[in-house]
């Protein structure tokens, strides 16, 4: 069963925005640092942002200006915002989430950091 659930995605038109959601079922997300990830047909899967714990975000170039994350604790509830969508950014969509630490920027970038993973959530943009 996963240990994350991803919801948000769809089929949405070049240009438009979506938001995708994360959700913990079983523990409470507010101590933890969470990464959001894609993996389009054929590619490796690449790392799009990271919200700390203190709410600290990191962002990939490529999604800068485009992809907003953020929490709220309240909802144990993660997002990301997309904008601007273009066919490339056709994807499986996944959350990620690890107990935060003492690591730095480098750590939360990578995959292999992340302790609890989502199913991931199909977003498909049309031209």
């Known amino acids: 069963q996963a240990q994350l659930v991803e919801s948000g995605g769809g089929v949405v038109q070049a240009g438009g925005p979506l938001r995708l959601s994360c959700v913990a079922p079983?523990?409470?997300?507010?101590?933890?640092?969470i990464g959001w990830f894609r993996q389009a047909p054929g590619k490796e899967r690449e790392f799009l942002a990271a919200?700390?714990?203190?709410?600290?975000?990191y962002g990939a170039d490529y999604a800068k200006g485009r992809f907003t994350i953020s929490r709220d604790n309240a909802k144990n509830t993660a997002y990301l915002q997309m904008n601007s969508l273009t066919p490339e950014d056709t994807a499986v969509y996944y959350c990620?989430?690890?107990?935060?630490?003492?690591?730095?920027?480098?750590?939360?970038?990578?995959?292999?950091?992340?302790?609890?993973w989502g199913q991931g959530t199909q977003v498909t943009v049309s031209s």
């Open positions: 919200i700390r714990s203190s709410s600290r975000t």
């Open positions: 990620a989430a690890t107990i935060d630490g003492p690591s730095g920027s480098y750590y939360y970038r990578a995959p292999d950091s992340y302790t609890y």
């Open positions: 079983d523990r409470t997300l507010s101590r933890y640092a």
